[in-house]
Each structure stands twice: as C-alpha cells, then as structure tokens.
C-alpha cells in the first residue's frame, strides 16, 4: 500500500505575506459562531507583532508561553472546554509561532469537534470527526511541523501526535520575515531539525524518488544557511530556511524518521528535553548509524559555535536509561524504517541503554 496523503490546501510564501491574513480569514467568519481564536507566542506579547494580529472585536486572542513544556493534553483539553464554555464555537483557529504553537492550533481544530480528552486520540486515525478550519503561522522554522499530518502532543501515558488528514492545515502563511528574531541557538537546534529530517528521511527503506527530491533540496538549502559562504542569519537564508523547513517535513511525510528521532522521543518524554535540542544532543553520537550527517552535523556544530553539552548520562540513572530505552524501543514504524525487518536483532534494551550512556 502507498502512503496517499493530504496536503496544506493554501500556501502563502514571501515578505509580509502576513499582512494579507485578515483577507486570507475573511471568507471563514462566517462559519460556526463568526469568531476567530488567535494562539499566539507568548514573545510576542509586547512586541510590534502584537498589533499586527488581525484579531476583530469578538475574537479570541490568547498567549501562550512555550518555554515550560511541550504542548500537552491536558492543555488541549482545557483550553478546548474553556472556549467552548465561553463562545461556542469558533469559525476558526490561528496559530502563531513555532512547532508547539503549530501543535497547539492543530490539535484544538480537532478537539473543538471531537469529545473526551485529547488523550483518547493520540495515534494515527483515531481522531472521529473532521476538526473546524486551521491556519498556521511559523514564526522559527525546521520542525516541518507547518506541513505534517500531526499534532504532537505528550499525554500521561505516551507522547505522540494526533495523525489523521484532518490534522493537516488549511492555510499556511509563511512570511519569512516573522523568524529574524529567533535566538541564535534556536535558529540552530530547530533548523538542524531540518536537516535530521532529511538525513533520517534518506537513509531507510521508506526512501523514494518523491521523499528524495524533498530532502536533496532542503539539505542543499541547510548547507547554504549553516555552511555557505555566506552562513548565518540573515534575510536571504531566512527566506531558504523557511522553505527547508517546508520541505523536510514533505520528504517525512513520504518516507520516515530514524534512529535519532527513536531516541529523542526518549529524551523528551522522561526528561522533558525539548524535541529540537534532544535531536541535537542525541544526532552527536550516532556516527554508527549515519556516519556522513553526523559528520557534517558536527561541522555545523563547530562552525556556529553551538555548545552541545557531553557527559549529560553521567547524571541518568539505570532506572532513566531503562525508561528512555523502553520509549525509544516502543516506536517500531522508525525502527523498521531505519534499520529493517529484523531491526529486534540489532536494537535491543540494553543497546539503547549504550546509546544514551554515550550523551
Ligand atoms: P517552539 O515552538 O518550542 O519555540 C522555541 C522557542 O522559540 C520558544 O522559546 C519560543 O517562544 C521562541 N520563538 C518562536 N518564534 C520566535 C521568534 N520569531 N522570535 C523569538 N523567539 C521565538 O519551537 P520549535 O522548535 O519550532 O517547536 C518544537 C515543538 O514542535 C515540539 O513540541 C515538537 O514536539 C514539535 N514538533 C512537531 C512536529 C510535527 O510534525 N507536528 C515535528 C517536529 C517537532
Ligand atoms: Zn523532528
């Protein structure tokens, strides 16, 4: 069977795009209740941004502090019934910010529709009925999560994504002059998530002419932005990273991620480890799996000065290693991808245990 997938049904790409928002929502209003819901980044509170919401009267403009966690379920779930309680519902929802924002605004589209927790949903096509009208607005750029069929949530249980072709967004605006304020360590732990993407997409069975094409040019366009002779953040590589971004996560949706996507999800469901820095932390030492990334990962390291910390396992328990391991361990669809059908004769317990005591 091949994948037969849903993509974004309207892209607006360019500077100041996001000008044209208000136009691009007008038609919606007058769906449901005739209101909008606004999910914004926090670090735009105060910021000239904050004006530039197109927000109404009637609307619902809420800020939303990422720093914390990850997006939750159980943040879903009350922001969903807290909405609903107060207006009823909304025409539409609008995401503004990064791939937690991303999330946030995807997942509400389809927990304004669909009752019980979010939790009951965590999967691929659990989700019952189709979510109300969804726009995405990425203020930093690498996590793909603009163009994915997933809202990744982490829930008591399990962190994984709401998956279904309702989960895909009906507008994105990517107006690369949103991500020029990105801290400089951000710009580099989630645009290298682009280029894990990439590398992971590439290397594994699910790799096709379609997934290929997407990752040769997002990885052409990474090494522009983190190597080129004129690397850096600037306008110009802006504009690429945004479309790296885009593509890396197209390549994904075509082919898979690997073994450091396996670990990351480890690192961030026991320890809270944020997804773009886990993949960085754990992209560091897997030259046994992808000795070629890995190598010219390091030199984008190296070149941009990013401090990736070593010797972090010191501190993990046997209990931790045993927990991550088991989280890694339980995500078969990369290991199948990344390694192959007889990937339980490779990757055990205790050999994930010996790739997080390498961090
Ligand atoms: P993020 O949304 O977590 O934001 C990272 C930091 O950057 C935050 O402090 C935020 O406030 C700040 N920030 C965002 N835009 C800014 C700007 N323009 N200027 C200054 N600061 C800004 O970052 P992320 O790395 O894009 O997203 C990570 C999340 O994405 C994780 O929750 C992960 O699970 C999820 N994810 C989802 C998918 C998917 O397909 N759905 C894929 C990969 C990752
Ligand atoms: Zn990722």
């Known amino acids: 069977?091949?994948?037969n997938f849903k993509g974004v049904e309207k892209t607006v790409y360019g500077r100041g795009s996001f000008n044209q928002l208000d136009d691009i929502l007008a038609p919606v209003r007058a769906e449901n209740n005739q209101y909008f819901v606004f999910l914004v980044d926090n670090y735009f509170k105060g910021k000239p941004l904050e004006n530039r919401v197109p927000a109404h009267d009637h609307d619902l403009?809420?800020?939303i502090s990422v720093e914390e966690h990850e997006p939750t379920t159980e943040q879903i779930d009350s922001l969903r019934d807290e909405i609903l309680a107060?207006?009823?519902l909304p025409s539409g929802v609008v995401g503004i910010g990064g791939g937690s924002i991303m999330d946030i605004a995807k997942a509400l589209s389809l927990m304004l529709t669909n009752e019980g927790s979010s939790t009951l949903y965590q999967g691929l096509n659990l989700i019952k009925k189709p979510g109300i009208y969804h726009a995405g607005v990425p203020t930093i750029s690498g996590t793909g999560a603009e163009?994915?069929?997933t809202a990744v949530?982490?829930?008591?249980?399990k962190k994984l994504g709401l998956k279904c072709e309702w989960t895909v967004f009906n507008q994105i605006?990517?107006?690369?002059?949103?991500?020029a304020s990105v801290p400089r360590n951000w710009w580099f732990y989630t645009g290298m998530d682009t280029y894990i993407h990439c590398i992971e997409s590439e290397n594994g069975r699910l790799n096709n002419a379609y997934s290929h094409a997407y990752a040769e040019q997002s990885m052409k366009l990474c090494r522009d932005i983190y190597l080129g002779e004129n690397s850096g953040q600037t306008p110009e590589n802006d504009d690429k990273l945004m479309v790296a971004s885009l593509m890396g996560g197209l390549s994904l949706t075509y082919s898979e991620v690997g073994v450091c996507h396996a670990l990351s999800y480890g690192l961030s469901k026991i320890l809270g480890m944020r997804h773009c820095y886990a993949n960085c932390i754990a992209m560091?030492?897997?030259?046994?799996?992808?000795p070629e990334g890995v190598k010219e990962f390091k030199e984008m390291v190296a070149y941009h000065q990013i401090d990736l910390p070593q010797g972090l396992s010191n501190d993990w328990s046997d209990d931790i290693l045993t927990q991550m391991a088991h989280v890694s361990y339980g995500l078969p669809h990369m290991w199948l991808h990344a390694i192959g059908d007889n990937w339980q004769e490779v990757i055990t317990i205790d050999s994930l245990k010996d790739l997080f005591r390498r961090m």
């Open 61 to 63: 403009v809420y800020y």
């Open 1 to 3: 069977m091949h994948k």
């Open 147 to 149: 163009v994915s069929m």
């Open 86 to 88: 107060q207006k009823g």
């Open 173 to 179: 605006v990517l107006d690369p002059e949103l991500i």
């Open 153 to 157: 949530l982490t829930g008591p249980e």
């Open 284 to 290: 560091n030492h897997l030259e046994d799996f992808y």
